[in-house]
């Protein structure tokens, strides 16, 4: 911390007044418009989420704050063809729209992986893919929960422990009191500031360096706009093919088959409204995805001849953001309060909504099943729900003050999200897209995948890679180059180095994997990069849950409602080698999904069956009304 905390009152106070003010839209929610009376209330917000404000949220759900603090920096010091990403999140979009929602909107399921239960006959596989997804997003959350605490401990002074402890219990409040809801609005509120700051940094950035054609021509001169690389070696950290095939398989495991994304578009009222929100929500995710990699143009743009991390005034990477805010903007008091609020508050909005997701998953997937918790209640299953929320809050406490041992919040960040994303992905393109698919080729294509992918990540931790460093100059240092307040004694500038340094290679600290030496055949598997794992796991399982499937077949108990395919696939089923496909009879499908269903759900798909069987409303959202004998119609399967 340069400042003395007298001078930082002003920080402080902005920084204090904004986290409180977000903590007041779960009281808002819980005081004001009563609180949530059903679980669905607090699952799905009850439908009661404007259009605009899922958009903003589902895109910041997509980014997080590792992408405010992360893309910067990797900007700077790695270059932008980590920004050739987006190719592969835009492309996810239709496919999502067209593929996936329309399987499984009117199924009326509170967890998406009770759709696999319906489609597999396995509760087995549904575990497999539920637990994947806990596992990934505790992991992630774990980051993301840190990612803050850097700049908060550096810039502020905060100490690790009271970041991270305040984080997660802010997020338990909202847990408690707001659910999805208030999830959401978090989103937006905090959204909506963080493009502010974004733009404030990018205007101030321009004025220090000279203008917007000075920032491109400086970012071009230092090589940090190389794009449209296709280099098909699959051991270079990320190239444009590896970013657009990675994250396209990445992007088709979070947006169709993660609970907190299929929660939200559950929470509309129709399908077509979640297609538009989808198909809108590219602009939205362009802009804001562009806008953290401009900041980071900006930033090396001011600082292209004096680096802080090369003169030795920020010890990592990730710093280099809240340096520039705390050096350049000393003249607006409480801006870097603000910053450092935005890094709080993107945290705790993620967080509260994926511990209400991660919750919702291990109750309806692990929990519910067993038999003493089958009759309860709905308001009962609210509270059991709410109370795990709690539980997790403080497990991903635990991993968050584990996580300062990594390198870089965005590497740590795709590394887990790319080796748990195939075998996910491909579990539900089996269910989806695969007729003949049952539960022992899943579950088995699924637990081979995740055992290759696991196998490829940890051994990739055992080959010694080369890293490149981008060139980096302080050859411009001097008195004048950052604020009189923020220079340090112990560091006199000028700095005696006169030219830029070239690129080089270091150890494996820093995680800029390029490629490996040239070596045996399982150096070279491991060498590949991290951004291929989802299409590898994804390949598998469905390659091996398709084989298995054909040659085991089915049994009268394992046939499902054809329903549960999508049209597509049940046209095409006929293509295929082998005995006529053949699907459950209704009637026999009816006791499953009441079963699965809570009673009062069960009243409300009878209520409103004709909207319904159009597609034009979740049952979720349905109020509760009695009836002699709840049925079933196919659109819910």
């Known amino acids: 911390m340069s400042k003395d905390a007298g001078s930082m009152l002003w920080d402080y106070l902005v920084f204090v007044i904004f986290v409180i003010a977000t903590t007041f839209v779960a009281v808002y929610s819980r005081f004001v418009e009563g609180k949530e009376k059903t679980k669905a209330d607090f699952v799905f917000a009850a439908g009661k989420v404007s259009m605009a404000a899922m958009m903003l949220s589902i895109a910041r759900g997509t980014l997080g704050v590792r ?68 596992v990934r997003q505790l992991l992630n959350q774990g980051v993301t929960v840190f990612t803050p605490c850097v700049a908060l401990n550096t810039v502020i002074g905060i100490p690790y422990w009271a970041s991270i402890f305040g984080i997660t219990i802010v997020s338990i409040i909202f847990t408690i009191l707001g659910g999805l809801k208030a999830a959401i609005l978090a989103d937006v509120m905090q959204g909506l500031t963080m493009i502010a700051v974004s733009v404030g940094i990018i205007i101030q950035g321009c004025i220090e360096a000279g203008g917007v054609g000075t920032v491109f021509e400086t970012n071009k001169n230092g090589g940090r706009l190389n794009f449209f690389t296709f280099d098909m070696d699959p051991t270079i950290r990320v190239t444009t093919t590896s970013a657009l095939i990675g994250q396209l398989f990445m992007s088709l495991s979070i947006f169709g088959c993660q609970q907190n994304f299929v929660q939200r578009y559950c929470s509309m009222e129709s399908q077509k409204k979640v297609t538009k929100t989808l198909m809108y ?6 802009v804001l995805f562009s806008l953290s990699w401009v900041v980071g143009m900006v930033v090396y743009a001011v600082y292209a001849n004096c680096d802080p991390y090369k003169a030795g005034y920020i010890q990592k990477y990730d710093e280099i953001l809240p340096f520039f805010v705390e050096d350049r903007f000393n003249y607006l008091p409480g801006i870097l309060g603000l910053f450092m609020a935005c890094l709080f508050n993107g945290a705790l909005s993620l967080n509260v909504s994926n511990l209400n997701s991660l919750a919702t998953v291990t109750f309806e997937d692990f929990l519910r099943p067993i038999p003493h918790l089958k009759d309860l209640k709905d308001k009962h299953q609210l509270y059991a729900i709410k109370a795990i929320g709690i539980v997790y809050g403080f497990v991903i406490m635990g991993i968050s003050f584990g996580v300062g041992l990594l ?27 695969v007729p003949c698919c049952n539960w022992k080729g899943a579950a088995i294509g699924v637990i081979v995948s995740h055992i290759v992918t696991l196998w490829i990540t940890f051994g990739g931790l055992t080959v010694d890679k080369p890293i490149k460093e981008m060139p980096l100059s302080t050859e411009g240092c001097h008195n004048g180059s950052y604020n009189a307040h923020i220079l340090r004694p112990d560091i006199p500038l000028p700095i005696t180095t006169t030219t830029p340094s070239p690129i080089t ?16 055949p399982l150096t070279q598997l491991y060498s590949i990069t991290y951004m291929y794992y989802s299409l590898i796991g994804c390949i598998i399982t469905v390659l091996l849950g398709w084989t298995i499937s054909y040659f085991t077949g089915f049994n009268e108990d394992e046939l499902y409602d054809e329903n ?68 079933v119609y196919r659109t819910k399967l």
């Open 505 to 520: 290679t270091t150890g494996y600290g820093n995680l800029n994997i390029t490629r490996a030496a040239p070596s045996d």
């Open 407 to 433: 390198s870089g919040v965005i590497e740590s960040s795709m590394l887990v999200t790319s080796a748990t994303s195939g075998p996910l992905l491909g579990v539900f393109i089996l269910a989806i897209l």
């Open 281 to 286: 929500n590219i602009p939205v995710i362009t």
């Open 67 to 134: 992408s405010f603090l992360g893309y910067p920096s990797e900007l700077v010091y790695r270059g932008a063809t980590m920004w050739e990403t987006l190719y592969g999140m835009i492309l996810a979009y239709p496919i999502v729209c067209f593929v996936f929602v329309p399987v499984y909107y009117s199924l009326g399921i509170t967890s998406v992986y009770q759709y696999l239960d319906l489609r597999f006959k396995s509760r087995l596989v549904r575990c497999l893919a539920s637990g994947t997804y806990v």
């Open 564 to 631: 549960l395919l999508h049209p597509i696939a049940r046209k095409m089923a006929s293509w295929f080698p082998g005995a006529k496909r053949r699907y459950a009879d209704k009637s026999k499908i009816a006791d499953k999904v009441v079963n699965e269903t809570s009673h009062e759900m069960a009243h409300t798909f009878h209520q409103e069956k004709d909207r319904i069987r159009n597609g034009t409303l979740n049952p979720a959202f349905t109020q509760d009304v009695q009836v002699e004998e709840p049925e």
